[in-house]
């Protein structure tokens, strides 16, 4: 079945750190990827996507590559801020049932 | 995007009672689902509500438990019945726009606590 695994949290970082949460995935066919962010408080919101190999999805200043021969979808961002401070999670979507699956979710604590 | 509201936003119920969870869209759509967040855990997909037809369930969600309706385009309800502390956590509702484009938008979550 399909799975996604992204690294444990908390992450701390410092305000202008550079950030990147891994994530990889198991699945049959050829997924959709996105990455989901929930901030404290809030509902789950749409971050990023990529459908199909090599192709970058970005926002926010947030990018991730989809890469097919790793099975990789890592989050990255060049310089964090402390209103990034939020719980990351990164999804698949494969099929025509439009289910997603979810990873465990990583938290992201930025200090000044 | 589409906006979705549920109703209620938090709820605290008795064990052994039942609570029907509403998710409204200011558009149509053609696919709704339900989703649990357990605390501090991940979301996992209940059931795709189906319009004018019964829902689909994942393994480990069966219809006794979470009755599921979707009367037409816009509006869906969950009621977990029957409830007991084990079922305390975040149910979300999310809609796919008939786009093409694959994104799921989520509503804001019901946060449920059964004592």
């Known amino acids: 079945g399909n799975s996604v695994t992204q690294m444990e949290g908390p992450v701390t970082l410092s305000e202008e750190a550079f950030l990147t949460i891994n994530c990889t995935y198991t699945a049959t066919g050829y997924p959709s990827l996105f990455w989901y962010v929930q901030y404290p408080g809030e509902g789950l919101q749409l971050l990023l996507k990529?459908?199909?190999?090599?192709d970058k999805g970005s926002n926010k200043g947030f990018e991730a590559t989809y890469r097919k021969e790793t099975t990789s979808f890592h989050l990255e961002k060049g310089s964090v801020q402390v209103s990034d401070s939020a719980v990351y999670f990164c999804a698949l979507m494969s099929g025509t049932a439009s289910k997603l699956t979810f990873g465990t979710g990583t938290r992201l604590q930025v200090t000044l | 995007s589409a906006v979705i509201s549920q109703k209620p936003s938090r709820d605290i119920c008795q064990r052994g009672t039942s609570l029907t969870i509403q998710c409204q869209v200011d558009?149509?759509?053609?696919?709704m689902f339900w989703y649990r967040q357990q605390p501090g855990q991940s979301l996992t997909l209940i059931a795709t509500a189906n319009q004018g037809s019964e829902a689909t369930y994942e393994s480990g969600f069966v219809i006794d438990k979470f009755p599921i309706s979707r009367p037409n385009l816009t509006f869906s309800t969950l009621t977990v019945s029957n409830m007991s502390p084990e079922d305390s956590s975040i149910y979300l509702c999310s809609v796919e726009e008939p786009t093409g484009r694959y994104e799921q938008y989520f509503g804001p979550g019901t946060r449920l606590t059964v004592t």
């Open positions: 990529a459908t199909k190999a090599d």
């Open positions: 558009s149509q759509v053609t696919m």
